[in-house]
């Protein structure tokens, strides 16, 4: 089913509106904590800065612009391809990993926590950028079309950037104050704060943890689309079972 234009149109099409919808979701959230910011007299750049600092954001805005520029390749050239570019396949490898890994460590640490007063995100949008896009992703693991199979060596691809963000979160943490307590210091998650009872102890087991997440999930997606997807060498036999293929395309 994955490999017929109907299925591939479709699934394209729902990229598109799980992307606006994403966007959507971030923007309006982002004027909320902009809008709350200025009416209670905070800075607004710390304010903005911070907003940006959040993996679940920054999984969803990657997310987002991925999910439109496999969109555009689809309609431009997609239609007559075997399979998506191998830095497309990446790309998507890579943010379906950021995205399973925000719903996992939401749903699992942090849905019950109760934020200060001023902080809570807006009900639909938190479930947009927590649950439901994370979803979308994982489904795309499994029917996204024209998957192209990656070597193994893309998982360091794949971890790169979640260990950068960690490494910014923890030099940045003890430099900014924090615009909502005053406190000297901010960080995204309570389980990465070592100001919190367990302290460094607590945060490292927490990044070891995660860490060990993102590698078994980013391996997951990349086995799947290894048992799945099409590589370079049996493109030309992936042709006939995808009748709506032109010959012509083996040659792109």
């Not at 490999?3 to 923007?27: K, Y």
């Not at 971890?159 to 210091?185: C, E, H, K, Q």
């Not at 042709?239 to 083996?250: D, F, G, I, N």
Request: net charge positive; aromatic share 12%; charged share 10%.
């Amino acid at each position: 089913m994955t490999r017929s234009r109907a299925w591939a149109t479709v699934w394209t099409v729902l990229r598109l509106a799980m992307a606006a919808v994403t966007v959507t979701a971030i923007t309006t959230q982002m004027a909320k904590s902009i809008g709350t910011a200025t009416e209670l007299g905070r800075d607004v750049t710390t304010t903005v800065v911070n907003f940006f600092s959040f993996f679940t954001i920054l999984s969803n805005a990657l997310a987002a612009i991925v999910l439109i520029w496999a969109a555009v390749w689809y309609f431009t050239r997609g239609r007559r391809a075997v399979a998506e570019p191998p830095v497309l396949a990446l790309a998507l490898a890579c943010v379906s990993t950021y995205m399973i890994i925000t719903g996992i460590v939401y749903n699992a640490l942090l849905r019950g926590i109760t934020l200060p007063q001023g902080s809570e995100p807006i009900p639909w949008s938190n479930e947009v950028l927590h649950l439901i896009g994370p979803l979308f992703l994982l489904a795309d693991v499994f029917v996204g079309p024209l998957r192209r199979a990656l070597p193994w060596r893309s998982l360091w691809a794949v971890v790169a950037f979640p260990i950068l963000w960690v490494a910014y979160t923890m030099i940045r943490g003890p430099l900014i104050t924090n615009p909502v307590s005053g406190d000297p210091f901010w960080y995204p998650y309570p389980f990465l704060n070592p100001n919190n009872p367990g302290g460094w102890p607590s945060v490292l087991v927490y990044v070891i943890g995660i860490a060990v997440a993102i590698v078994a999930v980013g391996a997951f997606v990349l086995w799947w689309g290894r048992r799945s997807g099409t590589t370079d060498t049996d493109a030309p036999a992936a042709a006939p079972a995808a009748a709506w293929v032109p010959s012509s395309a083996l040659s792109d």
